[in-house]
């Protein structure tokens, strides 16, 4: 969700402080204990629906019976017709087969790690297995199934309200970011693995859950590892009576049981079909054109099947889908009368800023006599199930994360992806019938270029909101924290300094008073420090509509057609001073326009991300305003209150400022990176000094979301950050040298007044 984030560097002090006296010993091989749960587990109901289940000694002959009864036990309502014929699909699929086999197992022993293909099942049925042995609506208590994108979350959490005939958001329900789909009633959650992880800071030993889930740990994510570790260290020491179900896609399942103590594994044998492997013979130059190419090829000379297309983000794949539909009306109407005419072409994007009903259209039949193209990022490798692919097109491309500790760039690059994710790409093609994958790279590249596996998350992010949430947590001993790959030391040192410079924590790294209000936001640092900061500076209101702006994606439409006229409507909105204060005006025009749909496309506008913004100010403006920061707002009609509030911001985003060259160009000044405004900057001064969100890393280096700022500025919010010694050499240092300077004659002098003025009275 995060594009990137740029931190400059100064040397740390924390690192050696960080104290030996573990706080997370290594655990006791719990997963071989025997437990008593009879304390933690709901009594065996005598009478209602459930009568005759002994929680955590069910089989799965028991819940079938159940399931296939007249009317719901979870609802006392009687079962629909649809809800019947899932159900007998559900029964088909490789993991009703070994229903007994994972229960057993999991009334055994503590943690299960469970790996099967991509389809067999897990992510659905395997929550509502333990719901059915567990019970835990009878003693209040809840199923968590965690995973790492949002979209999946949302979407199988979905698909299982239906297969258990409930509205969603009663008995299975999901949150995520910025959206708590739940109520009182839910007993089935998904939710993304960073939701668990804020719940388990208001409660450590996350006493709501009978069992927790951790879906897609192939994925690797730092939130996913982060679980991992805290999981395992409440299992062993808090509750021995918490269930721990680990689930991937992929090979890597002995790491995984290694690093649960030995835990007994589940295979869940996919059954899937041959995969037919195709190069190119010759690296393509192009990977967008060649996939289009091929996707239009297999349309046209190919049997009937529908198609996968993997590409990297939003942008290209609505492109690719625009040109596909093009594409495919241009081939029937060109097709000559007596030859066949190939059949309607219906091609579907998949990424994960799709609103949800949109989402769904993956799921649509294929036309009648056509097929479906489904254009996805690697959503669609792993967490999402599409039935009816039989060709994959695979450019060898993922966007993922980078990140660079010495410069502390994050971002996301198109990057070549990993041996194991292309395995993973073509078995999609396999799922039905026998498939075709198209590599569009060559044989020897896939040998040579590619790496076996992509490296975790860990090691190539960020870790400064990771880090605040793991002090929150009560985790003292980052260095000995027991993470499956600890991450590099420069890049935990990196996150504590940042949280330091932020005042979060102390030079010994204990949380401070700012850092705990810190984290009960849900959104980087930087931005819970400009909330914090905002009622001090009179612009609460205004910082919540900016920090909800730039957490949303990008508002600004410009269709590849229609750049001009897209330009000249995101003009009306700029501020002279910036980009953040145009997001400021873009979202007071939305509410005066009435939030109406048809204005927002008639100014390029993206309604639906408007939408969100509103909806993520509501939530952080709930934060702020439980944690007792005031909801206060300037006077607009005074020159001060844009100050106010580029100021609140620089209090936020310090380490991220850039002085002006000649030329156009910027440097940036800690690092001394050289960097030009992004094209799409509001900017209409020459500003010498400033602040922005985002660099991005392409052949040349760009800001984007760009303000003015005041150098002072800079001594008032980090004054030992940006204590002129510590700043490389250079314009902006002497700058800063000069404002120091005079500032501290001014003091000098006024000091001398008042010293007078007091000596004047005591004569
Ligand atoms: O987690 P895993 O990849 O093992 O499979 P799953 O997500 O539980 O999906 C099992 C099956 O449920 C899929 O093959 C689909 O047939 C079906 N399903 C569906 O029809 N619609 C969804 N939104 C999710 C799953
Ligand atoms: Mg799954």
């Given at each position: 969700e995060f594009e990137g984030d740029v931190y400059t560097s100064n040397p740390n002090p924390y690192l050696a402080h960080a104290s030996s006296s573990s706080s997370l010993a290594s655990a006791p091989s719990s997963s071989k204990m025997r437990i008593n749960m009879d304390a933690s587990l709901p009594p065996a109901p005598t009478s209602g629906p459930f009568a005759g289940l002994i929680p955590g000694q069910t089989t799965a002959k028991q819940a079938m019976a159940l399931e296939d009864g007249h009317a719901n036990p979870f609802t006392g309502r009687a079962f629909t017709k649809r809800y019947r014929d899932i159900l007998a699909k559900r029964r088909e699929l490789p993991v009703t087969a070994q229903r007994d086999e994972f229960l057993a197992m999991i009334q055994r022993s503590q943690m299960v790690v469970l790996e099967g293909e991509t389809g067999s099942g897990k992510t659905t049925q395997i929550p509502q297995y333990l719901l059915w042995d567990l019970l835990p609506h009878l003693n209040g208590k809840m199923i968590a199934c965690t995973q790492p994108r949002r979209v999946a979350a949302m979407s199988v959490a979905k698909r299982v309200a239906e297969e258990m005939d409930v509205e969603i958001g009663a008995e299975v329900g999901y949150s995520i970011r910025f959206e708590d789909c739940t109520s009182n009633k839910t007993v089935l959650?998904?939710?993304?693995?960073?939701?668990?992880?804020?719940?388990?800071?208001?409660?450590?030993?996350?006493?709501?859950?009978?069992?927790?889930?951790?879906?897609?740990?192939?994925?690797?994510?730092?939130?996913?590892?982060i679980l991992m570790g805290l999981l395992k260290d409440l299992c062993a020491k808090r509750r021995p009576d918490l269930k721990l179900i680990v689930m991937s896609a992929t090979l890597d399942a002995e790491k995984f049981q290694k690093y649960f103590n030995d835990a007994p594994l589940l295979s869940v044998p996919g059954r899937t079909f041959p995969v037919e492997?195709?190069?190119?013979?010759?690296?393509?130059?192009?990977?967008?054109?060649?996939?289009?190419?091929?996707?239009?090829?297999?349309?046209?000379?190919?049997?009937?099947?529908?198609?996968?297309?993997?590409?990297?983000?939003?942008?290209?794949?609505?492109?690719?889908?625009?040109?596909?539909?093009?594409?495919?009306?241009?081939?029937?109407s060109r097709a000559a009368h007596d030859?066949?005419?190939?059949?309607?072409?219906?091609?579907?994007?998949?990424?994960?800023?799709?609103?949800?009903?949109?989402?769904?259209?993956?799921?649509?039949?294929?036309?009648?006599?056509?097929?479906?193209?489904?254009?996805?990022?690697?959503?669609?490798?792993?967490?999402?199930?599409?039935?009816?692919?039989?060709?994959?097109?695979?450019?060898?491309?993922?966007?993922?994360?980078?990140?660079?500790?010495?410069?502390?760039?994050?971002?996301?690059?198109?990057?070549?992806i990993s041996q194991a994710a292309a395995r993973q790409r073509a078995g999609r093609a396999g799922r039905t019938r026998p498939g075709k994958c198209f590599r569009l790279y060559t044989e020897e590249s896939f040998d040579k270029d590619l790496?076996?596996?992509?490296?975790?998350?860990?090691?190539?992010?960020?870790?400064?909101?990771?880090?605040?949430?793991?002090?929150?947590?009560?985790?003292?001993?980052?260095?000995?924290?027991?993470?499956?790959?600890?991450?590099?030391?420069?890049?935990?040192?990196?996150?504590?300094?940042?949280?330091?410079?932020?005042?979060?924590?102390?030079?010994?790294?204990?949380?401070?008073?700012?850092?705990?209000?810190?984290?009960?936001?849900?959104?980087?640092?930087?931005?819970?420090?400009?909330?914090?900061?905002?009622?001090?500076?009179?612009?609460?209101?205004?910082?919540l509509t900016i920090v909800a702006m730039l957490n949303v994606p990008n508002v600004f439409l410009r269709p590849n057609d229609r750049k001009k006229e897209a330009d000249a409507a995101k003009a009306e909105f700029a501020h002279?001073?910036?980009?953040?204060?145009?997001?400021?005006?873009?979202?007071?025009?939305?509410?005066?326009?009435?939030?109406?749909?048809?204005?927002?496309?008639?100014?390029?506008?993206?309604?639906?991300?408007?939408?969100?913004?509103?909806?993520?100010?509501?939530?952080?403006?709930?934060?702020?305003?439980?944690?007792?920061?005031?909801?206060?707002?300037?006077?607009?009609?005074?020159?001060?209150?844009?100050?106010?509030?580029?100021?609140?911001?620089?209090?936020?985003?310090?380490?991220?400022?850039?002085?002006?060259?000649?030329?156009?160009?910027?440097?940036?000044?800690?690092?001394?990176?050289?960097?030009?405004?992004?094209?799409?900057?509001?900017?209409?001064?020459?500003?010498?000094?400033?602040?922005?969100?985002?660099?991005?890393?392409?052949?040349?280096?760009?800001?984007?979301?760009?303000?003015?700022?005041?150098?002072?500025?800079?001594?008032?919010?980090?004054?030992?950050?940006?204590?002129?010694k510590a700043v490389p050499e250079g314009p902006a240092r002497d700058d800063l040298a000069r404002i120091a300077k005079t500032r501290a004659v001014a003091k000098a002098i006024e000091d001398r007044k008042n010293k007078k003025a007091r000596t004047d009275e005591e004569d």
């Amino acid at each position: 969700e995060f594009e990137g984030d740029v931190y400059t560097s100064n040397p740390n002090p924390y690192l050696a402080h960080a104290s030996s006296s573990s706080s997370l010993a290594s655990a006791p091989s719990s997963s071989k204990m025997r437990i008593n749960m009879d304390a933690s587990l709901p009594p065996a109901p005598t009478s209602g629906p459930f009568a005759g289940l002994i929680p955590g000694q069910t089989t799965a002959k028991q819940a079938m019976a159940l399931e296939d009864g007249h009317a719901n036990p979870f609802t006392g309502r009687a079962f629909t017709k649809r809800y019947r014929d899932i159900l007998a699909k559900r029964r088909e699929l490789p993991v009703t087969a070994q229903r007994d086999e994972f229960l057993a197992m999991i009334q055994r022993s503590q943690m299960v790690v469970l790996e099967g293909e991509t389809g067999s099942g897990k992510t659905t049925q395997i929550p509502q297995y333990l719901l059915w042995d567990l019970l835990p609506h009878l003693n209040g208590k809840m199923i968590a199934c965690t995973q790492p994108r949002r979209v999946a979350a949302m979407s199988v959490a979905k698909r299982v309200a239906e297969e258990m005939d409930v509205e969603i958001g009663a008995e299975v329900g999901y949150s995520i970011r910025f959206e708590d789909c739940t109520s009182n009633k839910t007993v089935l959650k998904y939710m993304t693995d960073g939701m668990l992880l804020r719940e388990a800071m208001m409660d450590h030993d996350l006493s709501r859950y009978a069992a927790i889930i951790i879906d897609e740990a192939h994925d690797r994510t730092v939130q996913t590892d982060i679980l991992m570790g805290l999981l395992k260290d409440l299992c062993a020491k808090r509750r021995p009576d918490l269930k721990l179900i680990v689930m991937s896609a992929t090979l890597d399942a002995e790491k995984f049981q290694k690093y649960f103590n030995d835990a007994p594994l589940l295979s869940v044998p996919g059954r899937t079909f041959p995969v037919e492997v195709f190069y190119t013979p010759k690296p393509e130059p192009d990977y967008l054109e060649a996939a289009i190419k091929t996707t239009m090829l297999i349309h046209a000379t190919q049997p009937p099947g529908d198609i996968l297309v993997f590409l990297t983000g939003e942008d290209e794949i609505e492109d690719a889908c625009r040109r596909l539909r093009g594409e495919a009306d241009r081939l029937r109407s060109r097709a000559a009368h007596d030859a066949p005419k190939p059949g309607p072409l219906l091609a579907v994007p998949l990424y994960s800023s799709l609103p949800p009903h949109q989402q769904q259209r993956i799921f649509d039949a294929a036309p009648e006599g056509g097929r479906k193209v489904v254009v996805s990022t690697n959503i669609a490798e792993t967490s999402l199930t599409i039935d009816g692919i039989v060709y994959v097109v695979d450019p060898g491309f993922s966007k993922q994360k980078v990140y660079n500790p010495r410069i502390r760039v994050e971002s996301l690059l198109v990057s070549p992806i990993s041996q194991a994710a292309a395995r993973q790409r073509a078995g999609r093609a396999g799922r039905t019938r026998p498939g075709k994958c198209f590599r569009l790279y060559t044989e020897e590249s896939f040998d040579k270029d590619l790496l076996p596996q992509t490296y975790p998350e860990m090691l190539r992010t960020n870790l400064g909101n990771i880090v605040l949430q793991l002090l929150n947590l009560g985790v003292q001993d980052l260095v000995h924290f027991d993470f499956m790959d600890p991450p590099a030391p420069e890049t935990l040192m990196r996150a504590l300094e940042l949280l330091n410079f932020l005042g979060a924590i102390t030079d010994d790294g204990e949380l401070t008073r700012t850092g705990q209000l810190m984290a009960e936001f849900p959104v980087d640092p930087e931005f819970s420090k400009m909330l914090i900061e905002a009622p001090h500076y009179k612009c609460s209101m205004e910082m919540l509509t900016i920090v909800a702006m730039l957490n949303v994606p990008n508002v600004f439409l410009r269709p590849n057609d229609r750049k001009k006229e897209a330009d000249a409507a995101k003009a009306e909105f700029a501020h002279k001073d910036g980009d953040h204060l145009a997001l400021l005006n873009v979202y007071h025009a939305y509410l005066h326009n009435q939030r109406d749909a048809k204005w927002c496309s008639a100014n390029y506008l993206n309604p639906r991300t408007l939408k969100s913004a509103e909806n993520v100010r509501t939530q952080l403006s709930r934060v702020m305003t439980r944690v007792g920061l005031p909801l206060v707002s300037g006077d607009a009609s005074k020159k001060a209150y844009y100050d106010q509030i580029r100021k609140c911001m620089t209090s936020g985003f310090f380490m991220q400022v850039a002085r002006a060259e000649r030329g156009g160009k910027y440097t940036t000044v800690m690092d001394n990176q050289t960097v030009f405004l992004h094209p799409s900057t509001c900017l209409l001064t020459n500003a010498e000094w400033v602040m922005y969100n985002e660099f991005v890393m392409t052949s040349n280096h760009y800001i984007r979301t760009v303000t003015a700022i005041e150098p002072g500025w800079l001594l008032d919010v980090a004054p030992s950050y940006y204590d002129p010694k510590a700043v490389p050499e250079g314009p902006a240092r002497d700058d800063l040298a000069r404002i120091a300077k005079t500032r501290a004659v001014a003091k000098a002098i006024e000091d001398r007044k008042n010293k007078k003025a007091r000596t004047d009275e005591e004569d």
